[in-house]
């Protein structure tokens, strides 16, 4: 998808629930993409943007990252740290539960 707009780029890795390998600092806006209503995205940030150096960086943290942690995230790879930024919590499903007074949270074992 060379040279299309970011709009389209991003619809189409939705539409596919396919995370973005990208190196285009648009994505990397949380304000525009935030965690969580994406498939996620993974902006490369090299400190040269030569052919080899991408690729190293790209194979490093493909080879090295834990990618099931992926989806939904937004992360940023630069060549020595990596910042992940995770969806919230879905609390949609949680079921509260009353604890009677004397009674223990942790049951004995």
């Not at 993974?42 to 990618?67: H, M, N, Q």
């Not at 937004?74 to 004397?102: C, F, M, Y």
Request: charged letters at 30%.
């Amino acid at each position: 998808m060379l040279s299309q707009p970011d709009t389209i780029v991003g619809a189409a890795a939705k539409r596919e629930r396919r995370v973005l390998f990208t190196l285009d600092l648009e994505f990397g806006d949380l304000r525009k993409y935030p965690p969580g209503s994406h498939p996620g995205i993974v902006l490369f940030r090299p400190r040269t943007f030569g052919p080899s150096a991408v690729a190293r960086l790209v194979e490093e943290f493909v080879r090295d990252a834990e990618l099931e942690i992926l989806p939904g995230c937004a992360v940023v790879v630069e060549p020595h740290r990596v910042r992940v930024r995770r969806p919230p919590l879905d609390t949609s499903n949680w079921e509260e539960k009353r604890i009677e007074q004397g009674s223990s949270l942790f049951p004995e074992s």
